[in-house]
Each structure stands twice: as C-alpha cells, then as structure tokens.
C-alpha cells in the first residue's frame, strides 16, 4: 500500500474506488500480471455501517483461489440458520446449510477487515500498486474516450493514464456524475437507519430480522453488540428527530422488548446514522475506455445484503472477460459490453426482487410499515419451499462466477 505519488502514473487498468468491486478487481489483474492502480478515496478502509455479510458465493470464490482457510482465520461469526421475529413469534429464516458450496453459512466480518484481507492477498503481487486518499477529481478525455482520471492527493493533484479505467466508487460514484451516464432509478421507497445496540443478555437465537406492528429492524451481529438498521418511510427521518430521542428509543423497545436498557446508550442523534436507500443502475454500464462494476453500476438496496457479494462477482466476471485483452494491450469497447451482458441480469434480478419486497412488505400508506393479509397467509402455506428458495438466491445468486483466470 502507497500513500506518496508521483506526477504522473501510466498503467494498464486503473480501478476508481476502494471497495469490495475495486479491491477485488485489483487482486484477481495484478494475480494475472496486469499492471493495474486501485484509487481508494479514504486514507484507510475504516468506514462503520457498510455491508459486513460475506455470503458462501464469495466465500466459494476464495475457495476457488486457495485462500479460503485463511479468510475464516479473520474474526468473523458465522450463520447457518436466520431466525425473524414477527410480532413476538419466532420463525425461520434463510437456511444456508445445505448449500452446494464450501463454506455453508453466512460469514458476519466488518467490512474492512474483509478489504484489508483481500488487499494484503493482493499486495505480494508486483503489479497491484493501492492508493490510499487518492479522490478522482476529473476524467482525461481525448477525442470522446477516457484515458485516465485526475487525482487529489494530500500531495497535490496527479495524473492516473490507463488503457482501461474501471468505476468502482460505489452508489455516490464521482466518475458516474463526470461522465454523465443516464441512470435508470427504481425510486425506493424506504431509508434506513443505522446504529449500534448492545447485546442484551437474553439473547439466545441468531436472530436477524424483527417485525412488529408494521415497524421492521435488522440486527447484524458484530460479536459485542449489533449493527442494527431500522427500515423507515423514505425522507422520515426529520419526522423521527422531531419526536426526540426518547420516542425512537421506545420504538426500538416496542420491536423487541429486550433492548429497553441497551437502547439508553443511544443518547445522542450523532449515534444514528442516514442511508439514503437506492436502487438504480446505469442504463449502459461502459463507453470508450471506461467500464462500471458494483454499486457504480447498480445501486443496490440493504434488503438480503446483497450488495457486497454482486460486487465480488461483478469484478470476477470482469477478470474473466478482461483479462487477457488488458494483457495484450487490446480492450475494445465491444470487450466492455460484454460485462454488462454478464452481470446485467443478475443485477437487474435482484434489484427486482429488492423493489418487490419493498412495494409488498412496505407498502403501507401511513408511516408504518406494513405486510398485506393475503401475503402473510401466501408466506405461511409455502415457508418450507420458499425459504429453500431464499437460501439460494441470497447465499449464491442468481449467476455466480468462478475463477477463470490464471497467476503469471
């Protein structure tokens, strides 16, 4: 990892952002000889309240590349089986053991700790060179294509020239913005709230989702406490801050009782973070010397925790196809339609999935959320297949990838 740059860089690919897509990416090119520059925005990967679910799709691909035994070394809890809480009742979740893969649970690992693993795999190859606080400030263009980006550093501004820039910067994505790429927007419905709870003492069951009366809240355990996301009504939040402090604790006791003393440390709105939920994607996810992956390319909702994973894939799929045209110096723009041709379905898939589950669990009319009789009785008669089902599509997808490419 290098913190100090030059003037001016010349590369193979340039990766524009430090995430899951964009680390990935880095890893598997330089892996296979492909001098490439990975630009992380931050100075380091430390960001609370991002997406920590690695599913066994992901894990499967570590498998895949031999490093799968010291992945599972990192601090992480395992899941197997999810349990929701509807009004008081327990009921079972996803069951993810009896996947097709290696690792048959759901791995809960911060997600730095999951970027700092893949970066460190990715750092013993010469040709991965990490940038931290390095923040794309512009494109350089030439006769309508890309060739690189202009970087801010602490050092000043620096130039990054690349036979291929990729977009990995997330749903806030800069490079997205500079290059004006029409964006297809499915209009979520709700935010999300993000804050830490301890555990309390009673827990027993892993318990991922509650619901109750209308009001929805996911916890994700981090070991010593829960990262915890209270679905809302979309722009609500202002609405919540006015009721104070104590009336967002009391709906986070009336979901689960057991939080009432916990929940007191919750005194500070500092403590509760916004996500502004999206899902969209770009209507054509390449142009001339640029290509998007990720939420870059699809924004994806926290619904099934998703992202992260579709994130994975998109840049093994994009290692895949990439690979040897980057090698050779010959990466054409009918080479980047061939990505979104591989990842477009999946994507378009779930986010189809993500906007049903919204419109149908959260759908009600006042400001609290809401799940409709008939699609309550629909859920109780076919519980067994469709939690079978779910398993899948979360833990897998709807088109995993694998390891095409090779080490030079």
Not at 295 to 317: E, F, K, W
Request: proline share 4%.
């Amino acid at each position: 990892m290098t913190e100090v740059n030059i003037e001016s860089i010349q590369t193979q690919c340039c990766i524009v952002g430090g995430g899951p897509a964009g680390i990935m990416l880095g890893f598997l090119l330089a892996r296979s000889g492909v001098k490439t520059v990975v630009l992380g925005r931050h100075d380091d990967f430390l960001r609370d309240f991002r997406g920590d679910t690695i599913h066994p799709s992901t894990m499967e691909l570590m498998h895949e590349l031999g490093i799968l035994n010291e992945f599972l070394q990192q601090p992480h809890q395992p899941i197997a089986k999810a349990f929701v809480v509807v009004n008081g009742k327990v009921l079972q979740g996803p069951d993810f053991s009896n996947l097709p893969t290696q690792a048959k649970f759901i791995a809960m690992m911060p997600q730095w700790d999951f970027l700092k693993f893949i970066a460190a795999q990715a750092a013993s190859y010469p040709d991965f060179d990490l940038h931290m606080g390095a923040e794309v400030i512009d494109l350089i263009e030439e006769n309508n294509v890309v060739k690189g980006v202009v970087v801010q550093t602490k050092q000043g501004s620096q130039q990054v020239f690349a036979d291929l820039v990729v977009a990995a910067d997330g749903r806030s994505s800069i490079v997205r913005e500079l290059s004006k790429m029409t964006v297809i927007d499915d209009k979520s419905p709700i935010d999300v709230l993000w804050f830490r709870l301890g555990k309390p003492k009673m827990e027993t069951l892993e318990t991922m989702a509650r619901m109750r009366d209308g009001n929805f809240m996911v916890t994700i355990n981090r070991g010593a406490y829960y990262q915890t996301a209270l679905l809302i009504h979309k722009n609500g939040f202002d609405e919540i801050k006015a009721k104070g402090l104590q009336a967002f604790r009391n709906l986070i006791t009336a979901i689960e009782p057991a939080f009432c003393e916990v929940v007191q440390a919750i005194d500070s709105w500092d403590k509760v973070k916004l996500l502004s939920v999206q899902v969209n994607r770009l209507e054509k996810w390449y142009r001339k010397g640029l290509l998007f992956i990720g939420d870059a390319a699809h924004a994806m909702s926290p619904i099934g925790g998703v992202g992260i994973n579709l994130a994975v894939q998109d840049a093994v799929a994009t290692a895949n196809l990439l690979v040897e045209k980057l090698r050779n110096g010959s990466c054409n723009i009918e080479d980047l339609a061939k990505v979104q041709a591989r990842r477009e379905w999946p994507a378009k898939m779930t986010q189809r999935l993500q906007v049903m589950a919204h419109r149908r669990f959260f759908s009600g009319t006042d400001k609290t959320l809401s799940v409709s009789w008939p699609l309550r009785l629909f859920l109780r008669m076919f519980a067994p297949v469709l939690r079978k089902i779910l398993s899948r599509i979360v833990g897998i997808g709807f088109r995993p990838e694998h390891i095409e490419t090779k080490v030079y």
